[in-house]
C-alpha cells in the first residue's frame, strides 16, 4: 500500500506523512507513505493507493482530477483540521476510508 | 451581518472561484509547475552562497571555490525552463504524446532566438550569459508555451487514416516532423530578420520589474501574497515574484562582482529570508502566543506547528488556528505582511542593513540564520526587531481571538 501526500513545495505535507507513519506503526499497518510538491504529482501517482491533497490547494481540484483521472487513483483533500493539528491518524483514517471503497 | 463577514462571504462565493478558473488555466499551471520543478537544482545555488562565506573564515579557508556549481546551474535557469514548460504543459492536458520532442524543439527555439553569434574560425557558437541564466526566462516562458500549444494542436490531426497501410512509427514521425519544422522555422526567420523577441519581452516586463523594486512594490507584493493566502490561494503569485526575484538577485550579485553596490530589495532572500519570519505574515510569534495560550485548542495547535514554523512552514497555523477566513486573525496576518515587509525595505534602503547579493534559496533555515547569511549582523539585527514587532502587531488580536475559544471551550464542558 502507498498513500501519496501532496502539498505546494512538499514541505507542511512533509510533516503530516511523518505523523502518518507513526500512527501506521503504532497501529502495525504495513505502509509507504510519501509526501511530494504537487509539481511531481505524475511522476509518483502511478503506484498509490490513494492520494490525500493538503487543503491549502483546494483550488486546484479540477485540475488534479482530470491529470490523475488515468490512474484511478481515490483522492481527497485533508480536513483543515487534521492537517492543522498535524494529526497522524486522523489523517490515516482519512486515507483508509477512501481506500476502502 | 457584519460588514467583515459581508466581506468573507463576498470572497468565498466570487473572487475565490474566479482566482480558481484563472489557476486552472493550462497555461499558467505549466509555468508554476516548471517554476516548482526547476527549485531543487537553483537551491544547489544556495550551499555554495553558505561555502563562499565559510570559506572567508581563516580555518576554513581550505574549502575549494566552487562557484562555478553555481553556474551550471542558476545559471542555465532559462534552459531548464524552456525545456520544462512543454512537457508540463502536455501533462496538464492529459495529452503526453508530443511531450518529449515538443521539450526538444522548444529549447530549439529559444536557443535561436537568444541570438547566439558564430565564430566560424574558432568553431564556436556564442550566447549571453544573462540570457541562458535569468534574463531569458521571459523569452523561455513564451517560446515554451508556444511550442507547447503547436505541439498539442497538431498531436490532435494526423496526415493519415487510422486505417493506413503506413508503420506507426512513420506516421508518428512525420506528424511530429511538422510542428517541429514549424517551430525552428518561426525561431530561424526571427534570426535571420533580426527580430528580437528576447528584448521586446525584457522591454515589455521593465517596468513591472523597476515598480517591484521600489519600497512600495515590495510591501504591495507581500500584501498581496498574504491577502491571497488567508483565503487559501498559496503559490499563485509566485511565478511572477520568482522572475522578479531572480532578476533582481542576479542584477545584485552583477553589481557586486562588477565593484559596484547590490540596488534591489525585492528578493526571494528578502522575502523568505527575511520578512517571513515563520512563513508568510511572520506567524512564528504566532505560533509562540499559541503554545502558552489558555485554550486547549490554541496551545496543541502552537505546540505542534512550533518546528514547521522555525523552518518557515506555516501551513499547519494557518488552517489549525485558523487565520484562513478567520477576521480577527487574517487582520494582523495581512498587517504582518506590510510591517515586516515596510520596515525592512526601509532598513535596506537605508543603508542600515546589507542588500543581499548572493543566491540564497535556503528558505528553510530560520530566518535569523537566512539573515546573518545574507547580510552579516545587521541581518540578525534587523530580523530580531522584525520578530518583535510582529509580537507586538499579533498580541492585542490573538488576546480578543483567544477569549472567544476559551469562552466557546467553557461552554462545551458545562453542557
Known sequence: MKILLICGVGASSGFIAQAMRRAAKSRGIEVKILARSESELMDNIDSASCLLIGPHLAYQEEMIKNSIAQYNVPYTFIPEDIYGAIDGDGALDVALSIIKK | MKV????????????????????????????????MTVLPIIMIGSFITVLTLARQVTFLAWIPDLSLINQFSFGLMSIFIALLIPIKFMEEKSSPKFKNIAALTSLGTFLVLLMPTFDGELGTMNFMLDKIGTGGMLCAVFVGLITAKIFYEAGKHSFFKEDTAMPDIIVNMFDSMLPVMFCLLLGVISYKVNFDIYAILRMAFNPLGTIAQTIPGVVLIAFAEAFLYSFGFTWILFPIQWTIWMDGIAANAAAVAAGGVASNICLMETYNGMFNIGGVGATLTLVLLMCFSKSRKLKSIGRVSFIPAILNINEPVVFGAPIAYNPILMIPFWLNAIMMSLVGSIAYRIGLVAIPSAVNQLWYFPTIIQGFINSGIGGVVLCIVLTGLSLLIWYPFFKVYESDIVTQEVAKLSK
Do not use: D, G, R
Not at chain 2, 470572497?11 to 493550462?26: E, I, V, W, Y
Open chain 2, 4 to 35: 467583515e463577514n459581508k466581506f468573507i462571504v463576498w470572497m468565498k462565493t466570487s473572487f475565490s472561484p474566479k482566482l480558481t478558473k484563472l489557476c486552472q488555466n493550462h497555461y499558467v499551471a505549466a509555468v508554476q509547475k516548471s517554476i
